[in-house]
Structure formats: C-alpha cells, structure tokens
C-alpha cells in the first residue's frame, strides 16, 4: 500500500512540474491525475500497485473535505460579499454533476443498470 501513496504523491509531483514548466493554467494535482489515467490505461503495474492506497483514501474522502469547510467557516468575511456567487455554482455544479455521474454510471455499467 505505501508504494501505492507513493506512486500517487509521484504523479501529483509530476503534474506540479509540468504545470509550472509549461505554464499551464491548471492545478497541479489535476495534470497530475491526467498523468496517471494515462498511465493506468497503459500499463496493469500501476493500477494493481495504485487500487489499495486509492481504495482507502476513497474511504475516508470526507476527511478530506473537511478543512476546506473550516477554513471557508473561519474566513466567512472573506467569502460573505460573494455568497450569490457560491450558492449558485454549487448548486448549478450540483445539478450538473449528478445527471452527467449517473450517465457515466449507465454507460461504463452496460444495459444492466
């Protein structure tokens, strides 16, 4: 498993890198995650090495959540003047995301679901 955490905090190091040399305008971490889906079509050692560590962060992805809820709690000020702004892409990414999930969710599972 903690060659999987490794494998993941290497990707995310390279996605930084190449974010930064090339000067694209996309969060590290995200070119870091494209790196590894690449990776992962190409090549079974990742997944088979990567699934344990990804499968346990899964597990407690609310953890991870939490202090971004803080920090806009403890900096509400900051963000107040910008309210309008955050409850309607919230909301609008919300009823977004779940009919584009749900029909990801039919397609990769077949005529089953």
Same mark, same amino acid.
Request: charged share 10%.
């Given at each position: 498993?903690?060659?999987?955490?490794?494998?993941? +905090? %290497? !990707?995310?190091? &390279?996605?930084?890198? +190449? %974010? $930064?040399?090339?000067?694209?305008?996309?969060?590290?971490?995200?070119?870091?995650?494209?790196?590894?889906?690449?990776?992962? @079509?190409? *090549?079974? !050692? !990742?997944?088979? $090495? %990567?699934?344990?560590?990804?499968?346990? @962060?899964? $597990? *407690?992805?609310?953890?991870? !959540?939490?202090?971004?809820? %803080?920090?806009?709690?403890?900096?509400?000020?900051?963000? &107040?003047? *910008?309210?309008?702004?955050?409850?309607?892409?919230?909301?609008?990414?919300?009823? @977004?995301?779940?009919? +584009?999930? &749900?029909?990801? +969710? $039919?397609?990769?599972?077949?005529?089953?679901?």
């Amino acid at each position: 498993m903690l060659d999987g955490l490794l494998i993941l +905090l %290497v !990707f995310q190091l &390279a996605g930084e890198a +190449l %974010v $930064r040399w090339l000067g694209l305008p996309l969060p590290g971490p995200v070119a870091g995650m494209l790196l590894l889906l690449v990776a992962l @079509l190409g *090549h079974s !050692f !990742f997944s088979d $090495r %990567v699934a344990p560590a990804a499968n346990i @962060l899964i $597990r *407690h992805l609310t953890l991870l !959540f939490f202090p971004i809820g %803080v920090g806009i709690v403890l900096q509400w000020d900051q963000y &107040a003047p *910008h309210a309008d702004a955050l409850v309607l892409a919230i909301g609008a990414g919300t009823l @977004l995301a779940l009919p +584009l999930v &749900a029909g990801l +969710l $039919r397609l990769m599972l077949g005529k089953n679901a």
